[in-house]
């Protein structure tokens, strides 16, 4: 094919340069046409030997000349140039390797004739035809040679019929182009007949079509092949939809046209153009196709295959010739795959269509008719004697064997050929002359790129495309079919990452768990309301610290809520679980704390106020304040999170293959919601290392009534949990599982260490019948003293609680010893100071103030109250060491009783002392005394 284009470009070169004519004498006639004039191109031998290398001797030349399209960007240069290239190939083979042909001369000699071929540009135009016929008539061509195309022909065949001159159309199928010309010969078959192999073959086909539609280019052929499509439709039982002319041969133009098409959905489409490639590309713009698309002159072009590319596979054609016919030219011996070898070599072409096979039948007709009839042009019955031959005989040729009708056109009957799933066309129809069986129905675009583009069906899977493009996957267990089309494929299934079912169970375990011992914790305490054990934890604050363990727990139950994507069904619920788990943990969190919170907060103020002997009312509200206080700004912070960048469950593709995920997470996220996560830590912080602050600095008071310690101790575990579990679930965020895990653990550690370390010793305590009002007081004045710790002074002696002491406790202390009324108590003291009789403890106490036996911080009162006295300096000695007595009493610094010292006697003065200080307390101004609600 180079080689040709490299050989005509030369030509053209020359020719455009010398404008002359040929050396046959033809004219080069300066029409209004074009400033060029008629450009023709002569190809001839002189003083050739033949094969066994014998002169050939040359009489004459035969001149053949016909029009061509040498335009590369004319209309039809594609199909004109093949028909050149035939023209020559056989010219050159008659001349070169047999001499030319022997033709008998008047004196009974025989002489050989070289043909000699010249070529006119005819730029795809009919004025252009029509101005190179006239100059026929002015040069020595003695067979005229019809161009491609009924159109262009038909001005050639009415000079040539006008003119007596004989005329060879290997490009027209039209019939009005031969009607009445006796001298006009073709060799396609008429229009009329393109179409009947065809309709004939596919209506005999099981579940064949049953519906037909047509569309045409505006030429005579096209508009002659497509105008017999109702006819055969009706002969052969079909249906024709429509019948559409089309106006434009553009992709845009031709859209509206599939898209009607589409709709009717035809099983069969005729489409009678020149130029294939649009409508082609217009079906697949809308995603239609019928069942067997049929073209007239595109099937068997290279110039197609390269257009459309593997979409020629399955498009259907109709032809009168294909190189697979048994066929033998008698002229040249050449078969039909001989003459199609040797095209394919001269151009490189892989399929030789019809229309060259045509051209070169054209000159072997002519010269079997030359050799046998042996008249030359210069007689004036030569036209007459050689349409006479040509109508009346059959000549072998490698277009077959070739007749003609009345009309001169071809009666050789059409073949359906169609390119196979290879893309090799192939003869289908009729059976004796096919190398291949019909394939219909025509796949779908999708299913077509499935089995050719895509990565579903090849070699290595055993995966297979659907009617609808769609990959049918062999392990549809662990692959799934994925995109259509060129797109298809089947992918490993989608690993969601979602959680582990056996960590979703120990995740509901664990809020089982916690609900029980919240249940049981509540249970407890109402059951125990109104021990004085109980009583003194303040059951309001146990209450709400269950509640809110409760509320927290509750927490892990969202978590474990997931979804796929975004269009999933139950994605409003997923959103949902992101925020119900910073709001339940929030709330819950804050209402435990508050309660803890408030517990130590309310013991503070009282320390403080008894430390000082001051009057120090704190009541329930004011507790709730601080309590309400802190959940309220938890509460704002949750709320600023709800209305500003709420959480929402998003799953993120984290790895594809071919654009297709087969790995994502799914996780609860928002632009700004960890900022907002990271307030809310921060003050949950904070907070806990307030109270942290709190509890050491209460760390000194008794455990049954500001249970220090074991708040203490749940605090700092809800700091620990905290600040460990927070950071380390941050590092594990793109592992569902562990941080899923590291959450659950956070949050049930969090409630459960609480509970059990606020609630088991009250009831291990009460297990133990340690929770009498007796042995509750008794612990109060043991270590709520405002003195000094137990220790032992310089002399030996044990002192108050403080161990560092004080000066004025000392003082105090060794007043009292040093008074008269504890004289007798001082002799043989025991080792062991803390034994004294807590029984007459409780009566000397009752009888010095009337309080609520239920109020275990009237002894805090009542000591309170007593070193008041003792440190004025406006009251009686007596009444000074009565009072000083009633603190080391209460607080267990007095000496323990002398052995001999009966219990009846310590009752005796203990009532004495007590109603010493009673007497004492009742004429002081009971608004200078703190009241302990």
């Known amino acids: 094919m180079q080689i040709f284009l490299s050989t005509l470009v030369l030509w053209f070169k020359l020719l455009l340069l010398l404008l002359r004519n040929s050396q046959a004498g033809a004219q080069t006639d300066d029409v209004a046409i074009s400033p060029r004039g008629i450009i023709s191109i002569e190809r001839s031998i002189k003083d050739r030997r033949n094969s066994t290398g014998n002169a050939c001797n040359f009489s004459g030349n035969i001149v053949f000349g016909g029009p061509s399209s040498l335009d590369h960007d004319k209309k039809f240069f594609r199909l004109g140039s093949r028909q050149l290239v035939a023209y020559r190939l056989m010219v050159d083979f008659i001349n070169r390797d047999k001499c030319g042909i022997i033709i008998e001369a008047e004196d009974g000699s025989s002489q050989n004739y070289s043909l000699e071929l010249r070529t006119y540009d005819d730029q795809s135009s009919i004025e252009w035809t029509t101005e190179i016929a006239k100059n026929y008539l002015a040069s020595p061509v003695d067979i005229w040679l019809g161009g491609y195309s009924s159109t262009l022909t038909k001005p050639l065949a009415e000079s040539a019929s006008d003119n007596n001159k004989l005329l060879l159309a290997p490009g027209a199928a039209s019939t009005p182009v031969f009607v009445g010309r006796d001298s006009v010969f073709g060799t396609f078959p008429p229009s009329a007949k393109y179409l009947a192999k065809a309709v004939e073959g596919l209506s005999k086909l099981p579940n064949g079509p049953t519906t037909m539609a047509s569309m045409w280019e505006d030429a005579s052929f096209t508009i002659g092949v497509c105008s017999s499509a109702p006819d055969l439709a009706e002969k052969h039982g079909l249906t024709m939809t429509s019948e559409q002319a089309v106006q434009g041969m553009t992709v845009e133009e031709l859209i509206p046209l599939a898209k009607k098409l589409s709709e009717e959905d035809p099983d069969v489409v005729i489409t009678c ?26 099937v068997g072009l290279e110039t197609f295959v390269n257009d459309v590319g593997s979409d020629v596979e399955y498009i259907m054609g109709v032809t009168p010739w294909d190189s697979s016919v048994n066929a033998r030219d008698e002229l040249t011996n050449w078969t039909a795959s001989d003459f199609a070898d040797t095209f394919r070599k ?151 990452n979602l959680l582990n079912t056996g960590l979703k169970i120990l995740s509901y375990v664990a809020v089982a768990v916690l609900l029980l011992i919240c249940a049981f914790a509540a249970t407890w305490t109402f059951y125990y309301r109104k021990n004085h054990l109980v009583k003194v934890s303040q059951p309001m604050f146990l209450g709400l610290l269950i509640f809110g363990s409760v509320i927290s727990s509750l927490s892990i139950i969202p978590m474990s809520v997931e979804t796929l994507y975004r269009d999933a069904d139950d994605i409003a619920w997923a959103d949902a679980a992101c925020m119900a788990f910073p709001w339940l943990w929030g709330l819950g969190f804050s209402i435990s704390y508050s309660a803890l919170f408030a517990k130590v907060w309310r013991v503070k103020r009282l320390y403080k106020a008894a430390h000082r002997a001051r009057r120090k009312q704190v009541t329930a509200k004011d507790v709730m304040i601080i309590m ?52 809310l830590v921060s003050y949950n912080v904070f907070c806990l290392i307030y109270a942290l602050i709190l509890c050491w600095q209460t760390k000194e008071l008794p455990s049954d009534f500001a249970e220090g310690n074991y708040i203490f101790l749940s605090v700092m575990f809800m700091f620990q949990v905290l600040i460990l579990a927070i950071p380390v679930s941050i590092m594990v965020r793109e592992n569902p599982n562990v941080y899923f ?79 008269g009324s504890a004289s007798s108590y001082h002799s043989n003291t025991p080792s062991n100071p803390t034994q004294v009789h807590w029984s007459e403890q409780m009566k000397l106490k009752k009888s010095m103030v009337s309080f609520d036996n239920n109020n275990p911080a009237t002894e805090i009162k009542i000591q309170v109250e007593a070193t008041t006295i003792a440190e004025k300096k406006n009251v009686t000695k007596s009444e000074k060491k009565t009072a000083t007595r009633v603190v080391s009493i209460i607080s267990g610094d007095i000496d323990n009783y002398d052995t001999d010292v009966s219990l009846s006697s310590e009752r005796d003065e203990s009532q004495s002392v007590s109603n010493s200080v009673s007497s004492s307390l009742v004429h002081e101004d009971s608004k200078q005394f703190g009241v302990i609600n």
């Not at 070169?360 to 002519?366: D, K, L, N, R, V």
């Not at 969090?750 to 008794?778: C, H």
Request: aromatic letters at 10%; glycine letters at 6%; charged letters at 20%.
């Open 741 to 819: 895990f590291m959450l659950v653990g956070g949050v049930f550690l969090q409630n459960f260490t609480v509970l059990v370390i606020i609630f088991s010793p009250k009831m291990l305590r009460i297990y133990k019948g340690e929770d009498t009002q007796a042995t509750v007081r008794r612990q109060i004045a043991r270590t709520m003293s405002v003195l000094p710790e137990r220790g032992d002074d310089s002399n030996g002696r044990h002192r108050g609680r403080n161990s560092g002491g004080t000066e004025d406790a000392k003082h105090r202390l060794s007043s009292l010893r040093s008074t």
């Open 346 to 496: 001269e151009t490189d072409d892989v399929e030789v269509i019809y229309h060259s096979a045509s051209a070169a039948a054209i000159i072997s007709i002519a010269a079997q008719t030359l050799q046998n009839v042996g008249i030359f042009a210069s007689n004036e019955n030569a036209t007459a004697a050689w349409s006479d031959y040509i109508r009346k005989n059959t000549f072998q040729t490698i277009y077959g064997q070739v007749s003609f009708d009345d009309n001169g056109q071809s009666l050789a009957p059409s073949l359906l050929i169609q390119y196979d799933e290879n893309g090799t066309v192939r003869t289908v129809f009729p059976e004796e002359s096919s190398s291949g069986s019909i394939l219909y129905p025509m796949p779908s675009w999708d299913r077509r790129d499935c089995m050719k583009l895509s990565n579903c069906q090849t070699s290595s899977t055993a995966d297979t495309c659907d009617e609808d493009g769609n990959c049918v996957c062999e392990d549809p267990k662990n692959y799934k079919a994925v995109g259509s089309g060129a797109m298809a494929q089947c992918v490993p299934l989608e690993d969601y």
């Open 628 to 679: 309400a206080i802190v959940i309220f700004i938890e509460f704002v912070i949750l709320l600023a999170f709800q209305f500003v960048s709420r959480f929402q469950w998003e799953r993120t593709s984290i790895q594809e293959i071919n654009g297709y995920t087969v790995e994502s997470v799914g996780k609860c996220t928002s632009e700004y919601g960890w900022y907002f996560m990271a307030v």
């Open 273 to 298: 153009v020149y130029d294939c490639a649009p409508w082609m590309q217009a079906m697949r713009s809308v995603k239609w196709s019928p069942n067997a698309q049929i073209f007239t002159v595109c």
